[in-house]
RNA sequence: GCCGCGUUGGUCAAGGGGUUAAGACGCCUCCCUUUCACGGAGGAAUCACGGGUUCGAUUCCCGUACGUGGUACCA
């Protein structure tokens, strides 16, 4: 196939990966596969002030959980390592100087200082951050306004510099974006950012061109932040020579906080209640700990589906997908311009379908831990899936399953009598007496339930009075399955052992 | 401030010159269930505003408003 796609995903390993990051990843890996292309993840760790101890391993973990592995990475080299930008480092200069040399870039000796005093002297109501453009480049110390022999003064004499893009003056940089058609910037507004830092790394910019050049990158799909520095990496990609092969853009929209404005960040997680990552993330400076998805009780599938349709949409009304139906459906055509505030409640409505669609056994295994650290040990497996089975449909969270399926492996430590005691009569415990006398292992709900009716009759007492004190007396409160497959679960002895402690508060 | 991008119910959204403007989440009512949930049936609720173009605009164009992003030797 000629024109094989490849497509990338570029995080910065700086902290937790949020969900717009992940819709990301999904968005580049549904594309790849249905393209048969190859996805690719490439570590932008360029900014080395920002290095985060175990960040980069945790992209990795967020990835495999939720089922969206890169074909090509750090760990898993193709034919373009290496896939860090910091182990790149040596293969930008030459493309800067290659720009310095064509005239479209040049050398900055400005200290952050003059910066600073560049920005406060020059800032107006009308212009409160002035930028280092064409406007104010004549003013300040960098090979354009520096003699030849005074650029290699300072560069013998080793003195700190960057380089930086010369952005032309009156033109226009248009581009077509897949997903908003045409964009047009003013080169006049954009400013001469910087390329090359002081330390030898490349910024952003100069990286995210040279390496999407380099690994024959296809199509750039990234969030719709990015837009107003594309025209920078449209300008990079014509002054390089390649602009032949310019990867397709498409800026994808972002993920807004539920009430108020703005990108949904971190914050609004915690002050919501939601998680805002893939996996819960700890900070190694501060210790802070951030929930995720994961540990909130998400299954991967649900996580991913909620993702996609934040954006996206099959344009029927199918809502639930699997991964390997969206790597078939999903087209950029179908994604939205506007951004999509995020909506908790609708999240675990997903998660609730697919928990539903999954596999009771493997139910079992993932909730299992969550039985054990409520200090219930799970001896049978199979008892659990049965028990999974039973309860799943009020499960929304995987953290649920605790709260409904508890007593069916231990007895309530509380039990809500208040809703019975009211109209207890010396005649119900006489009936309960009776009955849990009779009670023996049955696999039929069925005949339970007709011995129990027969009984209540006996003792004239209408069954509908019974129901509800002989749940609450197996379940603690008034929720759960049918009381009969209840007991048949939970067996007669410890049916006969609940109902007569239940008769003991009552009494 | 300037620049870019956007705007269909509370939220996700389909649609795109003539429609009763889909569907889902949430909310409400009812049914099912001697519980809760699931499920089922209904209900309330939407084209930001102003100008054009047109026989006719939610749909096309232009403004305005609002929102959002950017305006770093961060990505």
């Known amino acids: 196939m000629e024109n094989q796609v490849r497509v990338r995903f570029a995080p910065s390993p700086t902290g937790g990966l949020h969900l717009g990051g992940v819709r990301t990843v999904l968005f ?13 993840l490439r570590v932008e ?5 920002r290095f985060v101890e175990g960040a980069e391993d945790y992209i990795f973990d967020c990835l495999d959980w939720a089922g969206l592995p890169a074909d090509e990475s750090p760990r898993k080299p193709g034919d373009f390592a290496p896939y860090r930008q910091s182990e790149r480092k040596p293969m930008y200069r030459q ?12 050398y900055a000796f400005d200290t952050p200082e003059e910066l600073e005093k560049m920005r406060e002297s020059l800032k107006t109501t009308e212009n409160p951050s002035p930028q280092y453009d064409h406007r104010t480049r004549s003013q300040m110390r960098n090979s354009l306004n520096l003699s030849t022999e005074e650029v290699k003064a300072l560069l013998d004499a080793g003195v700190p510099y960057v380089v930086r893009i010369k952005m032309p003056e009156n033109e226009t940089v ?6 908003r058609g045409d964009i047009s910037h003013e080169t006049n507004v954009v400013d001469d950012k910087v390329l090359l830092k002081s330390d030898g790394m490349p910024t952003y910019h100069l990286a995210v061109v040279v390496d999407d050049y380099l690994m024959k990158i296809t199509h750039a799909f990234r969030g719709e932040e990015w837009l107003p520095s594309a025209p920078i990496h449209i300008m990079l990609w014509k002054y390089l020579g390649w602009e032949a092969e310019m990867p397709k853009w498409a800026h994808l929209p972002l993920i807004l906080k539920p009430d108020g ?3 949904l960040s971190k914050r609004d997680g915690e002050r919501l209640g939601f998680p805002v990552f893939a996996m819960e993330w700890k900070d190694p400076k501060s210790g802070e700990l951030i929930d995720g998805f994961k540990e909130k009780g998400f299954l991967p599938e649900a996580f991913v589906n909620l993702l996609v349709m934040l954006g996206w949409n099959p344009g029927t009304e199918q809502e639930i997908f699997t991964l390997e139906e ?3 459906l999903f087209s950029l055509e179908r994604v939205h311009k506007g951004g999509a505030k995020f909506d908790y409640e609708k999240a675990k409505w997903y998660n609730q379908q697919h928990i539903q669609r999954a596999d009771n056994d493997r139910l079992a295994g993932l909730v299992k831990p969550y039985f054990e650290a409520k200090g219930i040990s799970i001896t049978d497996d199979q008892k659990l899936t049965e028990a999974v089975a039973m309860v799943k449909e009020r499960c929304h969270l995987l953290t649920d399953f605790t709260e409904q399926a508890s007593f069916l492996f231990q007895a309530p430590d509380h039990l809500d009598l208040d809703a019975v005691k009211p109209k207890w009569t010396t005649e119900k415990t006489a009936f309960f007496t009776e009955w849990s006398e009779t009670l023996q292992d049955t696999a039929n709900a069925a005949d339970l339930e007709a011995a129990f009716t027969e009984c209540a009759a006996k003792h004239g007492i209408k069954k ?18 049918g009381v009969f497959d209840i007991i048949t679960f939970i067996g007669a002895a410890e049916t006969k052992k609940r109902v007569a402690s239940a008769l003991l508060l009552l009494a």
């Not at 493309?95 to 040049?106: D, F, S």
């Not at 129901?467 to 399955?481: A, D, E, Q, S, T």
């Open 28 to 40: 580049n890996y549904l594309f790849a596969k249905k393209h048969k292309g190859t996805f690719v």
């Open 45 to 49: 760790d360029t900014d080395q002030t």
């Open 95 to 106: 493309y800067a100087e290659q720009l310095i040399a064509q005239g479209n870039a040049y």
């Open 174 to 179: 248009h581009f077509t974006d897949l997903i």
């Open 261 to 263: 404005n703005g990108k």
């Open 326 to 328: 969206l790597s078939e």
């Open 464 to 481: 509908g009075e019974l129901m509800m004190p002989l749940r609450i007396m197996l379940v603690g409160g008034k929720f759960g399955p």
